[in-house]
């Protein structure tokens, strides 16, 4: 039954591509002129970053700009909108949107998008073919692909995640989507039959052609029998690939290569400025595996404020979420500290969500 239901679902994924890849041939996006009306009804509100370092601990933190508009495209390189009145359309730098609030087209993407945010990710993944192939404009489609690739991070099956990050992958993904990579940020409880799933998927994806594609495959293989080659293909994306969010992540999963005893020489100040420098929704991954990395070397004093970042600062990543504030709250309580281990694991209840066991 599960090689059944495994067969179906890589036949939903070739759709799915096929799908991604039929939405190339479609017409030029509007002109301003050419938008009805009642298309500034309800718009798209977008947050852009200034550039810069995004440390928490700067003095002078990044700014954040709100925009709404009809969002004509979004991919890695432009946001292109018109707002409401204008005559010409606006383009404002995709790769520092670091939120954005469609202004769906359909009931059907605004359905999906209401689920996920409700952590119902068992009818995200279940409905979310639908709401792709109902007519969305293809940066929708990407979002509602990005939210299912999140739910079945959620869900522990990084096997079907990643089956739904290669699609993604292969469009001109804007870089705020890139965080759903489902890489191994540290997180440890996955049925062995999915990681072994996902590890011989990986040996086909360290092959491919994308670097986000081979990313996700080496960082699945450095715990196998292929780490060396695994290591190599991650040394050499962290240099040359041509994404930067792909390079600092390759950085970050090469973290998992040094030995805890040299954590705290000058890995540590380097990793910590390695990880400021992204988009802080981008932070979440690195952030969870330096946290682990961190427990692994006996410093849980420094691992557990770093948990803790993830549960103020990246409640919307369930898995790693949750996850953190289990080790912050056990980190706690082994220090003596109950009173706050306790406050901390409360924080679950804002977490509670369907079953997350796949039907």
């Known amino acids: 039954m599960q090689r059944l239901a495994g067969n179906s679902f890589f036949a939903f994924a070739i759709g799915l591509l096929t799908c ?20 500034f009804d309800k718009v798209s509100k977008i947050w852009i970053a200034e550039p810069g370092d995004t440390s928490l601990n700067r003095w002078d933190p990044r700014q954040l700009f709100e925009d709404t508009g009809v969002v004509l495209e979004w991919d890695s390189k432009k946001t292109v909108l018109v707002r409401a009145s204008a005559t010409n359309k606006t383009t404002i730098p995709g790769d520092f949107v670091v939120r954005i609030e469609p202004a ?26 639908e709401a792709i192939n109902s007519g969305l404009p293809r940066w929708q489609q990407r979002v509602i692909l990005a939210e299912m690739i999140e739910s079945y991070s959620a869900m ?29 940020w540290g997180e440890t409880s996955f049925a062995d039959s999915d990681l072994s799933r996902i590890q011989t998927l990986s040996e086909d ?16 293989l450095i715990s196998g029998a292929k780490r060396l080659n695994a290591i190599e293909t991650l040394e050499r994306l962290a240099k040359n690939a ?26 540590l100040p380097r990793w910590l400025a390695e990880r400021d420098k992204l988009l802080l929704p981008l932070q979440a991954g690195p952030t969870m595996l330096l946290a682990e990395r961190l427990q692994q070397a006996g410093l849980s004093n420094l691992a557990i404020p770093e948990w803790l970042r993830i549960a103020t600062m990246h409640g919307d990543r369930y898995h790693l979420a949750t996850k ?11 220090a003596g500290r109950i009173e706050e281990a306790d406050r901390v694991q409360s924080l679950l209840d804002q977490y509670k969500t369907e079953n997350l066991s796949p039907k």
């Open 205 to 220: 994806w360290i092959a491919q052609e994308s670097d986000a594609v081979q990313l996700l495959g080496a960082a699945w």
């Open 104 to 129: 769906w087209a359909n009931a059907s993407g605004e359905k999906i998008h209401r689920w996920f945010l409700e952590r119902q990710y068992q009818s995200v993944v279940k409905n979310g073919k």
């Open 242 to 267: 041509k994404n930067p969010i792909v390079s600092a992540y390759a950085r970050a999963q090469l973290w998992r290569t040094v030995p805890p005893a040299e954590i705290l020489s000058e890995r």
């Open 156 to 184: 522990r099956k990084p096997n079907l995640a990643g089956i739904l990050f290669v699609s993604l992958a292969k469009e001109d993904c804007p870089q705020l989507l890139l965080a759903t990579i489902p890489l191994p």
């Open 324 to 334: 953190a504030i289990s080790n912050a709250s056990a980190g706690l309580r082994s």
């Open 20 to 39: 991604c890849i039929n939405c190339h041939t479609r017409a030029q996006s509007p002109t301003p002129q050419e938008l009805p009306s009642s298309a």
